[in-house]
């Protein structure tokens, strides 16, 4: 039985659509595009959303509006896809990487240590912001972060690309900073098949520079008022997506559902299963158990055509890039040893019980040998 990691649902009204929209003749930031930004904004509890081309560009431009430039430090976990932090070097400015907690997002202890040290390093004047990433789709402690935040004079920039839908105390993920951004590659709980991205914010300005900055800074056709880019979204992908958010509270239950099946399969197996805070609402968008024999458990799944991932293998203060741009990075013990041990398996909303069950038998089997 063939077990992929990852499958984005895909049905005839969504293949219907994008027919519809080849022959509507508008093809760029028409009425799908900003159909999709009202009702992607009123779903997060936001007053503005802006459809960008992927999630690193949604970053990239927030922290652009926000004035983020040469000097400025941004506190990030290490523990993340490396496109959370490219934006902070594309503007000059320096990632200063945090360690992580139990659940694999921001050590607000770590964090706290930082901000109380404020001798950042010789290459940051400033911390400016923070850039919590809700890993896996589990969200980041939210009110602690931003307590200290405040305390410190810093931003709270929400890096949402995996957490479409979840909740903090209540709150979806991307309402609770200055802004949230979003990615929807082909892989995550909302997708467009193909790249494509959103920000989302109540600070109108914000959006209103943002919008500017994604279409070569021009509010008219032919008057630039700010020098931007070309980071649009287009119309096709907006119409898929209008499809995928009407099912998104769906494929989160179901995701949310297949976490407890596995929590049941795995149960008194020698894996760490993944822990969920009591204020959290995850939406799963990766399962990571952990185990020391992870290197041979992912080889013997293998041999059973199940596919698993390492998310992710390096973390970011050891990529090359970063260690040839600022040097060596201070040890970040917890992270480290996660790297070592984690493990992602397959899941998605049509991921069947029976495709499951057979994952946990596999790998009662690998530990029973
Ligand atoms: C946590 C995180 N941040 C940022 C990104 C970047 O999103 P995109 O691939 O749409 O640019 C991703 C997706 O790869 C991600 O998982």
């Known amino acids: 039985m063939k077990v992929p990691l990852s499958k984005p649902y895909v049905d005839q009204e969504i293949k219907e659509k994008v027919l519809e929209v080849i022959d509507s003749g508008q093809y ?57 932090v490219e934006p902070v070097f ?5 990632p200063i990487f945090v360690d992580i907690g139990d659940t694999f997002t921001l050590d607000l202890k770590h964090v706290e240590e ?12 400033k911390i400016k912001g923070m850039l919590p990433v809700h890993l896996y789709g ?41 802004a949230g951004c979003f990615s929807f590659y082909p892989s995550k709980n909302l997708t467009v098949f193909g790249d494509g991205g959103i920000l989302v914010t109540s600070d109108e300005t914000l959006a209103e520079t943002c919008r500017m900055l994604r279409d070569h800074g021009r509010k008219e056709k032919y008057e630039h008022e700010l020098v931007g880019y070309n980071l649009r979204f287009n119309e096709i992908q ?33 894996v760490t299963l993944p ?19 992870r290197d041979r458990l992912a080889a013997y799944l293998k041999e059973k055509e199940i596919q698993t991932g390492i998310h992710y293998p390096i973390p970011n203060h050891q990529q090359p890039a970063v260690k040839n741009g ?11 040893e996660a790297v070592q041990r984690i493990l992602s398996l397959p899941i998605y909303p ?20």
């Open 28 to 84: 760029i930031l028409g009425s799908h595009c900003k159909k999709f930004e009202k009702e992607f904004a009123e779903f997060i509890g936001t007053k503005q959303a802006v459809l960008t081309s992927s999630g690193t560009s949604a970053i990239f431009l927030c922290l652009k509006a926000l004035g983020v430039g040469p000097g400025d430090g941004i506190l990030v976990p290490s523990l993340t896809a490396f496109p959370t």
């Open 90 to 94: 594309h503007l000059g400015a320096v």
């Open 114 to 125: 930082i901000l109380k040290k404020g001798s950042p390093g010789r290459k940051v004047k």
């Open 138 to 178: 589990h969200p980041s402690d939210m009110d602690s972060l931003r307590d200290l935040a405040e305390q410190y004079g810093l931003f709270v920039l929400e890096d949402c690309c995996q957490a479409h839908g979840a909740r903090y105390k209540g709150k979806r993920v991307g309402s609770m900073g200055v």
């Open 238 to 270: 907006a119409a898929v997506g209008r499809v995928q958010l009407q099912k998104l509270d769906w494929f989160n239950e179901s995701r949310r559902r297949i976490a407890r099946w596995y929590g049941d399969g795995l149960e008194g197996t020698p």
């Open 275 to 293: 822990r969920t805070e009591s204020w959290a609402e995850p939406v799963f968008h990766l399962y990571v158990i952990q185990t020391s024999e």
């Open 326 to 336: 600022l040097g060596p990075q201070p040890e970040l013990k917890k992270t480290e």
């Open 350 to 369: 049509e991921l069947e019980k029976e495709k499951v069950d057979f994952v946990c038998g596999a790998i009662r089997e690998f530990f029973k040998r």
